[in-house]
């Protein structure tokens, strides 16, 4: 990111005129030209316009498979899910690629981490943050700005892709989009964007605890390969070293140790990514873990309704509100104590 320190004569003209007419400035009026500033320098970047691209790229290939596909999964009567066509565009696939859902589940954290990897350390390093902090700005506003700028611009772009998704949808079908559908939709965008606030998150407060912009990007995607790839590799490997042979265990104690296995995978971010998404998109998962036989006997493979399904994912949700929250709040404290100057 081309970080350029805040424009003086904005955040100047913004406090004379508070002072003009309060007789005392009004950082919160600053706040909002940070986030101008932040978004448009967002915008410019070269690095924004790549992931864009790429993002617009997975998205395109992954539709026109979808569409290429929609007949097929349309009619599958098979599938309990085959009426929700624009469902279907986000998650059916003929196996050639994998589906949009899952192919985001890997940039969206690129996203995050590429937008917060150098937000304090290049501002210090360029000397732009101690003539920030000059104007009249609050220290926690320009950590707040930093923050949601990018997940406005974030935000933006995928309720842009869904829309883009949906309208076309309408030209190539006709089919009319019910309401349970968009809701899902919309609930699968929010998701995304949680998932993108955690990463995103994650790497401001490494742009506060290192110096280097490069330091603290290699720890950012360390820390995402890690979650991705080798930590379901570590729970599987320590798990086989402890359990006991399932031969000898009964459908309790079996059912028991698969929920104690989801419950350690779930410490993952990706992890909690993947269930909430899959459960809101295809409407007939009843649940994320285990069921034993006396549960499923009986029961009707047909679409749950929303309700139900937000349910289901509402612990899903609640991680991934936390763990954003937990990582901003250790930046913020960070951050407040830093000495700048130096």
Known sequence: ??????????????????????????????????????IADHIRSWRFLVLVGL?????????????????????????????????????????????????LSFLAPLLGISMGFDAINSEQNNGTLTRLLAQPIYR??????KFSSA?????????????????????????RLEAQELIRIM??????LLYVAFYLSLSILLSIVFRQPATAALSALGLWLFFTVFYPIIVNLVIRAFLPDPAYLTQAQVMGYNEFILDLLRIAPNQLY???????????IRSLGPMSMEQMAGAIPSPLPVKESLMIV??????????????????YYLFMRREIRS
């Open 55 to 103: 993002v617009l790229l997975t998205f395109v290939a992954s539709l026109y498979v979808s569409v290429s596909n929609i007949r097929t999964a349309f009619t599958n009567t098979n599938d309990p899910d085959h009426a929700f066509m624009y469902l279907k565009l986000l998650t059916s696939t003929d196996n050639s690629m994998p589906p949009f859902h899952v192919l």
């Open 1 to 38: 990111m081309e970080n350029q320190a805040v424009s003086s004569s904005a955040l100047s003209l913004g406090s004379t005129k508070d002072k003009r007419y309060t007789g005392q400035p009004q950082p919160n009026r600053a706040f909002g030209v940070i986030i101008r500033k932040e």
């Open 187 to 192: 609930g699968f965008v929010f998701v995304t």
């Open 274 to 284: 993947t269930d909430a998404a899959t459960t809101l998109l295809m409407p007939s």
């Open 314 to 331: 509402w612990p899903q949700l609640s991680g991934m509100i936390a763990a954003s929250t937990g990582c901003f709040a250790i930046a």
């Open 140 to 145: 926690d506003n320009l950590l707040l700005a």
């Open 151 to 175: 997940i406005l611009i974030v935000g933006m772009l995928f309720l842009s892709l869904t829309l883009l998704m949906i309208g076309g949808g309408l030209l190539l079908t006709g089919v």
